[in-house]
């Protein structure tokens, strides 16, 4: 084995990145990306990595509210190259795969600041919850949530259900709004659960993840990992 390939493997143990990998000896990440793609790592390793990513998008995140004007394009410019790097050690992750496939098939497109999702199954909305929280670090208190409702259904029966199955609280939801269906028989029990939380910075990554994962799935380079 190359004496280079086994120090990458010995700082990829020790928890480093690959652009932490990339500065201390030379190796380009797409090199990285070869060798360490099919490394079973241990989920100490995976933790490790996950708790870093989490701690730096929660300081991007709260230096968005600190700059205006023409700052804004190259902080968008740096969340397209952070979401590339955390795509590499975030794309064998279930949740980030799962939450980036839920907002790809369900989510809202069209804002521009909004990462929102919208269904009737709890386990789709709970599981993007966990993906906010454990991949996007997003603190609990600032996801919003709100229901849509029929007239007929109890808007304090609806919230108390969601409330239990998607692991938010009572404050993280707004006034359900109330919307007239076209079917007069078939009804959802429970409304329609919409969660999310209001971030331009993340949304230009999620459009990054949106572009990058479905080329990774389509690669095969999930197979080597069963």
């Known amino acids: 084995m190359r004496k280079d390939k086994k120090e990458v493997l010995q700082l990829r143990k020790l928890g480093k990145s690959y652009s932490e990998i990339k500065d201390l000896l030379g190796v380009p990440k797409s090199t990285l990306s070869d060798w360490l793609h099919t490394t079973h790592w241990s989920d100490k ?6 708790e870093k990513a989490q701690t730096k ?8 509210n600190e700059i205006r004007g023409q700052h804004l394009a190259k902080l968008y410019r740096e969340a397209r190259k952070e979401a ?8 064998f992750h279930p949740i980030f795969i799962a939450g980036v496939a839920i907002y790809w098939g369900e989510g809202d497109k069209a804002s521009r ?7 009737v199954d709890p386990l789709m909305i709970k599981l993007f919850v966990k ?13 919003r949530a709100y229901l849509l409702l029929y007239p007929d259904l109890n808007p304090d029966e609806c919230k108390n259900f969601w409330i239990k199955q998607s692991d ?16 007069k028989t078939k009804r959802i029990r429970y409304g329609v659960c919409n969660v999310g939380v209001s971030s331009t910075y993340l949304k230009e990554k999620m459009f990054s993840w949106l572009a990058l994962l479905p080329k990774e799935l389509i690669k095969g380079n999930y197979y080597s990992r069963v």
Request: hydrophobic share 40%.
């Open 84 to 91: 590339k790097e955390e795509f590499e050690y975030f794309k």
């Open 113 to 119: 600041h909004m990462i929102r999702v919208g269904n």
């Open 131 to 143: 993906f906010l929280r454990e991949i996007c670090g997003i603190p609990k208190q600032e996801i």
């Open 168 to 183: 938010l609280s009572n404050k993280n939801f707004n006034k359900c709004v109330v919307i007239q269906g076209r079917h």
């Open 57 to 64: 998008n929660t300081i991007r995140l709260r230096k968005l």
């Open 45 to 50: 390793i995976k933790c490790l990595l996950a």
